[in-house]
């Protein structure tokens, strides 16, 4: 069966006119009926109208905007005089959130786009030349849409105000204060939206040149699934800390105990996710790549495949459930400097988007369990210096003099993370023998720190990010790449999480399904990796272990791709992940002896009450009936 992949698409080439002269009657609930007649009076001005809908979604492509990739400290930002970006949403683990100022919440824009969500379905029947299929077909479209943007809002706010259907203009202004629903009753509105789209969405995208990116059938159910579980994850399924939480009518907003059923549910769709991705020719891609490949060993083809699930194009992704249109444009910042000439450019191409050495350690050893549990894995000595050596001349540069902690990781921990002494292949070279290699230590290190702009803070470079035949040298040639929003193995470790939480012990599918995954990363089954390499040979056993094993899986598959910041929130993991100094190395210093000891690089503020977004004090004051979050 050919194979379909999915993105959500940002129809700019053919209405980018239309959005430009028609901006005021997509951001607000027009009052013009004649401008409405003309939006639906026939099929293409009403097409239009649709894909207006789905411009609000294209902003989730800025990696920059999205809190799931910037609140997650897998990559932290140096604070700078000169900002080359809106780095405000990485400066949120700095502690700058405010009821005054709310960062990244999106309140306005998803409620904007929500209504404009609501007059296209008030308004479907008018264009006369529309067949029924189209019509059944682009009210799915904009329902899906309208329940992701609450969903979004609810994964930021909690409950929320429901707008399931516009005011009319001449409403009584009282009527406009809407109260927030209940967080279960949020959650249902959502479902049943989607519930009542996927029967009328394609199964696949047939005309692929016009309409490939459009909602699909498998894509919905999908998201479907991840709406559940985030119904099910701690966060919002019998939180303690907001049971007591009530609106001004004294209605508790959040769920009061724990409800397994939830999980329950989040079975059921993913399964059925699963199948129906598995019908259209989804698969875990272990595609080598080809392009720009000259002698090169076999392991690093693999780990090369492993970067490349990211970073190939998303009409080749075999496993792709949903992207977006707009490119990841931030290889200058992800990519160190490997060349002389490149060193040239440092102000224009900064190479400073930094990993820090807590999230370098969530990737496992060789043997595929954690470096702190492998009993064959010297974790007390992880610091000490060790010369590249003939096992590892594939990932280190042999001879070269690095951290030990380095040597006999996973083939992920190889594809993701670029690292002083690290193998770095790509870059216009084709030949593994004259491979480039991270040189970072120092200001004499060619990747070493060059100005206050031109500095990695850590020296740890997110290498997952960059596409291995983007060039950085006398000019940057990039090879775009779009970061997927969902792909298969994250559907699968969605479906192992939600089977272990619905049983008093892991049922047999919740290893087939994480071992899917583990598998073409080059490592073991997850039974027997434990039995044979870990210090607890137990915890595969039983529900909390397996839980610890899921959750660091997720973290590993998806890191830098946007989806960890939400599931350590939905876990209520991430207080504890920020909650001490976020490190790197020493990156002033050249003597390995000096350059290899922790310094912090950001003390980060998160709370209890960070796990939401406060609703803008201005909001809550003109509208008598809000109830403002939690602790703020």
């Not at 080598?288 to 083809?301: A, Q, Y």
């Not at 992920?412 to 193998?423: A, C, P, Q, T, V």
């Amino acid at each position: 069966m050919k194979k379909i992949h999915l993105s959500v698409l940002f129809i700019a080439f053919s209405m980018s006119s239309m959005l430009t002269s028609c901006s005021k009657y997509l951001d607000i609930v027009p009052d013009n009926v004649g401008t409405l007649d003309y939006a639906f009076r026939n099929r293409n001005e009403a097409e239009n109208y649709l894909f207006g809908c789905y411009s609000t979604m294209q902003k989730f492509s800025d990696v920059i905007y999205n809190p799931g990739f910037t609140t997650s400290a897998e990559i932290v930002y140096p604070i700078l005089e000169t900002q080359y970006f809106n780095s405000a949403g990485f400066n949120l683990i700095r502690g700058i959130q405010t009821s005054g100022n709310p960062v990244l919440g999106e309140w306005d824009n998803m409620y904007k786009a929500i209504r404009r969500c609501n007059i296209m379905l008030e308004n479907i029947d008018k264009p006369i030349d529309l067949r029924d299929d189209e019509k059944k077909r682009w009210i799915a479209e904009t329902k899906f849409l309208k329940a992701y943007y609450h969903y979004y809002l609810m994964r930021t706010h909690g409950p929320i105000v429901l707008i399931k259907e516009n005011n009319p203009v001449d409403v009584d202004i009282a009527q406009t204060k809407r109260k927030r629903a209940t967080l279960d009753e949020s959650f249902d509105y959502v479902i049943s939206l989607m519930d009542e789209a996927i029967p009328d969405l394609p199964v696949t995208i047939e005309n692929r040149v016009q309409e490939f990116g459009r909602i699909t059938k498998f894509m919905a159910m999908s998201i479907k699934a991840e709406m559940l579980a985030t119904a099910a994850s701690p966060l919002f399924n019998g939180n303690p800390d907001y049971t007591s939480f009530k609106d001004k009518d004294g209605r508790f907003l959040f769920p009061q105990t724990y409800d397994v059923q939830k999980w329950e549910k989040a079975v059921v769709a993913s399964r059925e996710a699963i199948t129906e991705c598995e019908k259209v020719g989804l698969h875990l891609s272990v595609d080598l790549p080809t392009s720009n490949i000259r002698n090169v060993s076999d392991e690093l083809k693999k780990i090369l495949a492993l970067q490349n699930i990211i970073t190939q194009r998303w009409e080749e992704s075999p496993e792709l459930i949903w992207g977006l249109n707009f490119g990841f444009s931030y290889q200058a910042y992800t990519m160190p400097k490997l060349t002389g000439r490149s060193v040239g450019m440092s102000n224009s191409y900064p190479s400073n988007w930094a990993v820090p050495i807590s999230t370098t350690e969530i990737f496992y050893t060789e043997n595929g369990v954690p470096i702190n549990e492998d009993r064959t894995w010297d974790y007390s000595n992880r610091l000490a210096l060790k010369a590249g050596d003939d096992k590892n001349r594939h990932v280190i540069r042999l001879g070269y003099e690095t951290v030990s902690a380095h040597f006999n990781r996973e083939r992920r921990f190889y594809s993701s993370i670029g690292f002083d002494g690290g193998i770095w292949f790509g870059n216009g070279i084709s030949d593994e023998e004259n491979a480039y290699y991270v040189q970072a230590r120092g200001i004499t290190g060619i990747a070493g720190p060059k100005s206050l702009n031109a500095r990695n803070i850590t020296g740890y470079w997110p290498k997952k990010l960059v596409h291995y035949m983007t060039v950085m040298d006398e000019t940057f040639t990039p090879a775009d790449f779009k970061v997927p929003m969902m792909r298969l193995a994250g559907l699968y470790l969605l479906y192992a999480e939600s089977l272990n939480e619905v049983g008093a012990s892991p049922s047999e599918e919740v290893y087939v399904y994480i071992d899917k995954v583990r598998e073409r990363a080059g490592l073991a089954p997850v039974r027997q990796a434990w039995a044979n390499f870990s210090r607890l040979p137990g915890k595969v056993q039983s529900k909390d272990g397996m839980r610890q094993i899921i959750h660091q899986e997720r973290r590993i598959e998806l890191a830098f791709e946007g989806q960890s910041g939400w599931d350590l929130r939905r876990w209520k993991e991430l207080q504890s992940v920020l909650s001490r100094p976020l490190q790197g190395w020493n990156i002033n210093e050249e003597n390995p002896v000096n350059y290899y000891r922790p310094v912090n690089v950001i003390t980060p503020v998160f709370g209890l009450r960070d796990y939401l977004w406060p609703i803008n004090n201005t909001a809550v004051v003109v509208n008598e009936n809000l109830t403002q979050n939690p602790y703020w």
